[in-house]
């Protein structure tokens, strides 16, 4: 019996065939770019023109109202004796950084409260925007007080951990910085008690004389900052100048950390939740005690 291999089947006639019909597509429906570079290049060309135009009007915008306010906003604002008093009077504070946390919170309540008194009666009733103002303040108030309280009360804590980092951070493994430090802490502890009985009795003098004593008359405190500590310590620890000034940078950003971390604490945590349901629980009484006194009234 003779085998023949036949190698054709209907598939591989169906693939050749597939192939040349998708060759001559190829080449006869290939799209024509005559002219097109053209223009594809001047359409480009004219929406660059555009967004340069629009780029360099924004930019004159801009500049004309930085102008506006460099000459007419800013040296009114700024360049005033008001203004030279209050920066005159905390420029040498301790809590100048607390100072502008605090400004800042009290434009926000500022317009949290403005917003609510001038909300439409028809979303809220005249009393209770009242009692919603006086809660919104209250708040603040209660805020800032416990702000300054708390960031006070960890300053000495908190100088000691910066003086415990720097001394980490420069390898002093035996702590000799804080050591010194403690030892800067005490010296200064026995000095300002004698300051301070030092100026009670310039006080007593004054008020027997009849007489307001004044601030250049009294000593002031002896203030140990860590900060100032650590800056005349911390070169002999380390190998350069740049890495001294650098570590320098990262101390004196520690106080304002703290800070921030207090004011933070105390304004969108401790005191929101502290305060406002026995706010709210107190104007739903007073609301309540109001209406019972006015329906009162109505039948009399």
């Not at 190829?26 to 290049?41: I, R, S």
């Not at 008194?117 to 209250?138: G, H, I, P």
């Amino acid at each position: 019996m003779n085998v023949t291999l036949n190698t054709y089947t209907p598939q591989a006639r169906y693939n050749t065939q597939y192939s040349a019909s998708n060759n001559n597509r190829k080449y006869n429906n290939a799209p024509a770019f005559t002219g097109g570079a053209e223009q594809v290049a001047e359409s480009v060309a004219k929406k660059s023109k555009f967004f340069k135009s629009v780029i360099k009007k924004c930019n004159d915008g801009y500049d004309k109202i930085g102008e506006f306010f460099a000459n007419k906003v800013i040296p009114p604002l700024f360049d005033n004796k008001t203004t030279d008093r209050i920066t005159n009077a905390v420029k040498e504070s301790d809590n100048l950084f607390s100072h502008f946390l605090a400004i800042g919170s009290l434009i926000t309540s500022g317009m949290y409260i403005y917003k609510t008194l001038s909300m439409d009666e028809s979303k809220m009733d005249k009393d209770r925007k009242k009692t919603l103002a006086v809660n919104q303040f209250l708040t603040f108030v209660l805020s800032t007080a416990g702000a300054y309280m708390l960031d006070s009360s960890l300053s000495d804590w908190w100088s000691k951990m910066t003086v415990r980092y720097a001394a980490n951070q420069c390898n002093d493994e035996n702590l000799t910085l804080v050591d010194e430090y403690n030892k800067e802490l005490a010296k200064a502890k026995v000095e300002n008690e004698k300051i301070k009985a030092d100026n009670e009795a310039l006080k007593a003098a004054a008020k027997k004389e009849g007489r307001k004593i004044v601030k250049e008359e009294l000593t002031e405190y002896n203030k140990v900052k860590a900060d100032k500590f650590l800056e005349s310590r911390i070169g002999k620890y380390l190998g350069t100048k740049d890495e001294a000034d650098l570590l320098m940078k990262k101390i004196n950003g520690m106080g304002k950390l703290k800070t921030m971390l207090v004011f933070a604490l105390v304004y969108r945590y401790i005191v929101p939740v502290a305060v406002t349901k026995p706010a709210n629980i107190l104007c739903e009484k007073y609301l309540a005690h109001k209406k019972e006194k006015q329906a009162v009234n109505a039948k009399a």
